[in-house]
């Protein structure tokens, strides 16, 4: 009776894509998207700092001070952006059924 409340649990495969493995057209967008990405959130990472930065060394400056909140509010904004276009492109590769460069069918371990 517990026998049969207990199923096998497969691992997954994740699929990686590289410059190097790239076999259809589904592939070279997730790179490009998955590099654009990733940039985005580096850059996105580096404001910040940079604005941080900017408004700490601005010393009681109003005018340093004011472009140092518009700079964090800037990178703010595009982490945000970023965030977006990563939720659709998640979205869209789970309404589409595509791979996006993520998990493959589970391959059964028949204990081999």
Same mark, same amino acid.
């Given at each position: 009776?517990?026998?049969?409340?207990?199923?096998?649990?497969?691992?997954?495969?994740?699929?990686?894509?590289?410059?190097?493995?790239?076999?259809?057209?589904?592939?070279?967008?997730?790179?490009? #998207?998955?590099?654009?990405?990733? %940039?985005?959130? *580096?850059?996105?990472?580096?404001?910040? %700092?940079?604005?941080?930065?900017?408004?700490?060394? *601005?010393?009681?400056?109003?005018?340093?001070?004011?472009?140092?909140?518009?700079?964090?509010?800037?990178?703010?904004?595009?982490? %945000?952006?970023?965030?977006?276009?990563?939720?659709?492109?998640? #979205?869209?590769? *789970?309404?589409?059924?595509? *791979?996006?460069?993520?998990?493959?069918?589970? #391959?059964?371990?028949?204990?081999?």
């Amino acid at each position: 009776m517990l026998a049969n409340l207990l199923q096998p649990v497969y691992a997954v495969t994740l699929k990686q894509v590289t410059i190097t493995n790239i076999t259809s057209l589904t592939d070279v967008f997730t790179l490009a #998207v998955n590099v654009v990405l990733g %940039i985005g959130i *580096s850059l996105t990472i580096i404001f910040l %700092i940079l604005g941080g930065i900017q408004y700490i060394t *601005s010393k009681g400056d109003q005018k340093a001070a004011q472009e140092a909140r518009t700079s964090l509010t800037n990178a703010v904004i595009g982490f %945000i952006v970023v965030i977006g276009a990563f939720t659709i492109k998640t #979205v869209m590769v *789970s309404i589409l059924g595509a *791979s996006g460069g993520g998990v493959e069918e589970p #391959v059964p371990n028949i204990g081999l």
